[in-house]
């Protein structure tokens, strides 16, 4: 059974940003931004967009589901490679327009679809007046080319 979200219209200042009421406020098309953090290390490990589908998913299995923009299409999270996202918390902030989860990873702990850790498994450095990437984390966790046969 979907989850139905109320809508903020309607609603007062005081009752969106400090009453107990989940209101989400999703953008034009639909979505809402969603930053994910690990649990226990609280690092960040990705960002997503969720819609009303996934984000009603999302509470009733406690475990990740986003709306691919890229593809278009309700994702479960680590249902190809084994890598299930298992919500501790979920949050949303004052005025209800951005979702931030807590997770623990499952498989091989990678979140990146390359298979880092973390999608932001990349630094920007300016080296020589030119914008240079350099690796934060040693090497993928998984062979992408091997989870995502095509």
Known sequence: M?????????????????????????????????????????????????????????????????????????????????NIQDVIELRTDCDQDAIWIKVRTRGATANCHQGYKSCFYRAATLENDRARLSFREDKPLFDPKEVYKK
């Open 2 to 82: 979907p989850v139905i979200f109320s809508d903020q219209q309607g609603k007062s200042h005081d009752e969106i940003e400090l009453g107990q009421d989940f209101l989400p406020k999703f953008d034009d098309k639909g979505l809402i931004a969603c930053i994910v953090t690990d649990a226990d290390s609280a690092d960040v490990v990705m960002f997503a967009y969720m819609n009303a589908e996934s984000l009603g998913l999302t509470l009733q299995t406690r475990q990740a589901h986003y709306w691919s923009r890229s593809r278009q299409e309700l994702w479960h999270k680590g249902a190809t490679s084994g």
